[in-house]
């Protein structure tokens, strides 16, 4: 009963799930691992078997906290960078931290932006706006406040938002994406989309 009691509580307090895709460089996902505050759950998904890291990487860190999905082979063709949202369906935690890996947001920044999500969940808060100019291009200058389109470089989000694009980004797949490399690139472009789609609410961008 302890025990049960124990893993009831330890429920409770989680809180938020990072989710990391591991292609090229194995080794910052290790440094990640090792540097990120702020998070209780770890997930990477694997996308290429060359590059693969598994639990054993990680011996001290306790079981559960680190999940490894294995996505590389067919999965990586069918989903491809859109595997964030997938892999985000297997979080424990509604609260969703989606991260590229040559970075690691400060322990301040994970709560602040878990702050914001809590607090309004129908939004996507992150830390690299994108806009689109009048002839409706899409613009690389980074933007702050309310914004279309916030990049999954570092976004908070929600699972429930992860699977309305899951269900929903297929309706959506064109030539270009089905040609762009890698698969999917531009899918946090839909991400955001989708959400105000959804929602009807702006995305957010901090400049922390």
């Known amino acids: 009963m302890f025990f049960i009691l124990k893993n009831i509580l330890i429920k409770l307090k989680m809180s938020v799930t990072a989710v990391i ?46 999940k ?31 991260m590229d890996d040559d970075i690691t947001p400060t322990e301040k920044t994970v709560k602040f932006l878990l702050e914001k999500v809590k607090n309004e969940p129908d939004t996507i808060h992150g830390l690299y706006g994108r806009s689109f100019n009048d002839k409706g291009e899409y613009s690389y200058t980074n933007l702050f406040g309310e914004v279309p ?37 531009g899918e946090d472009m839909l991400f955001s989309l989708l959400s105000f789609q959804n929602t009807g609410k702006m995305n957010h961008a901090y400049d922390l």
Request: charged content about 25%; hydrophobic content about 35%.
């Open 21 to 66: 895709l591991n292609f090229n460089r194995p080794q910052n996902l290790k440094n990640i691992v090792n540097d990120i505050r702020g998070v209780d759950e770890i997930i990477i998904s694997n996308g290429k078997k060359e590059t693969e890291i598994d639990n054993e990487d990680f011996p001290k860190y306790p079981i559960g906290y680190i």
């Open 68 to 98: 490894i999905l294995n996505h590389y082979g067919e999965m990586n063709k069918k989903y491809g960078l859109t595997l964030r949202f997938l892999s985000a369906l297997e979080s424990s935690n509604e609260y969703v931290l989606i």
């Open 149 to 185: 389109v916030v990049l999954t470089r570092c976004m908070m989000t929600t699972r429930k938002k992860c699977k309305y694009f899951m269900d929903n980004f297929r309706l959506h797949e064109t030539d270009l994406i089905k040609n762009s490399k890698p698969y999917w690139n």
